[in-house]
């Protein structure tokens, strides 16, 4: 009968040790799983990390792009702007447009200035009888200019814009505003040769004249 009792200890010894088996296993299973999801979890994180940076550095490479293109459209535009000066505007064109002036200046009869002024639109001159005698007036497309001789005095500045030469003149003292002639190559009303001539004459106020 002894050989049944020692089996039935040897039974419960196994299945005590499978029992104790199984539990440790399930507890390394356990413990698995929980770090398992740790790492998922910390590598999702990451994840969300890395798009959102993925994400800020795209609106940075967009941002750059933008900026890129319009400073090359700038660049784009201004080499334009500069190589149509330079094709248009010579220096010898220059010169002649500050002699045009410089005949307006020196011109003691209306009808000498009238042969330097380009014909355009709406533009027109207008004496006080049929004699030609001044007062007299030049009504250019968008402004119009009692002329008097001996008021424009020295060039106070210049600047080219495209086929046009602006220059303003300094007046005597009399007068409330500079004049600034816009100057180009045109016909003129009785001859009309092209060539330099004055477009506009713009009133400028002088520096320091009360508003």
Known sequence: MNWKKDFKVSALIILLVITAIALLDNA????????????????????????????????????????????????????????????????????DAISVVEAYKAAE?????????????????????????????????????????????????????????ILTYLTVEDQENNYQFVLTRRDGFYDMTEKWRIEDIRLVEKEGSPL
């Open 28 to 95: 390394r299973t356990a413990d698995s799983a929980a770090k398992l999801s740790e790492d998922k979890n910390r590598l999702e994180k990451k994840v969300t990390s890395l798009e959102k940076e993925i994400e800020r550095r795209s609106r940075m490479t967009d941002d750059l792009k933008y900026e890129n293109d319009t400073l090359a459209v700038n660049l784009s535009n201004l080499e334009e702007e500069v190589a149509a000066a330079q094709a248009s505007v010579q220096y010898q064109d220059f010169l």
């Open 109 to 165: 009869d209306f009808k000498e200035v009238t042969d330097l002024i380009a014909f355009g639109n709406f533009t027109s001159f207008s004496t006080l009888d049929q004699e030609d005698n001044c007062p007299c007036r030049i009504t250019f497309k968008y402004s119009n200019l009692d002329w008097s001789p001996g008021v424009v005095l020295n060039l106070k500045e210049f600047s080219i814009n495209k086929d046009k030469i």
